[in-house]
């Protein structure tokens, strides 16, 4: 199964992006893992929230294959503990070829975004920056990957 996880926007502080992509080789040691970055839009100033997460969504839903399983990072989703999410991860590893998770901007998703997902997860019921989550998410996927594999990584 073929991973991707998009972000609206490139990693801003470098001590994230370090640890991200730490995690993005590490994972890759398991299952074939990409980042896709989607550019922030320029001159957003001028835009309303609304009209943001619309032009956000559009670059968004160019982005995934049709026949895909897009699963969105938002606070409104299901919240697993860490070995829930290993074993949701391998039972789609069984169905699903590829297999998208999405960080939208700082206003979250446009409507046809959420019309188009399979699926919506939290992190926490805590509110984290969007910077901050794309290392969370990463460090969870890599646990996730070791725990299918009953590796040391994860301790109850």
């Given at each position: ?6 972000l609206v926007g490139k990693t ?145």
């Open positions: 199964m073929k991973t991707t996880l998009i801003a502080n470098k001590m994230y992006e370090t640890g991200i992509r730490d995690y993005e080789e590490r994972i890759n040691h398991y299952i074939p893992f990409s980042i896709k970055v989607i550019p922030e839009l320029k001159n957003n100033k001028n835009l309303s929230e609304n009209q943001q997460k619309e032009k956000e969504g559009e670059l968004i839903l160019k982005s995934i294959e049709n026949k895909s399983t897009v699963i969105l990072l938002d606070e409104h989703g299901k919240e697993y503990r860490s070995i829930e999410f290993a074993a949701w991860i391998e039972k789609i590893q069984q169905t699903v070829k590829q297999l998208y998770f999405i960080i939208g901007g700082p206003y979250g998703f446009s409507d046809d975004v959420y019309a188009r997902a399979d699926g919506k997860i939290s992190l926490s019921k805590m509110t984290f920056s969007h910077q901050m989550v794309r290392l969370v998410f990463a460090e969870q996927l890599y646990r996730a990957c070791t725990i299918i594999r009953n590796e040391p990584y994860h301790h109850e």
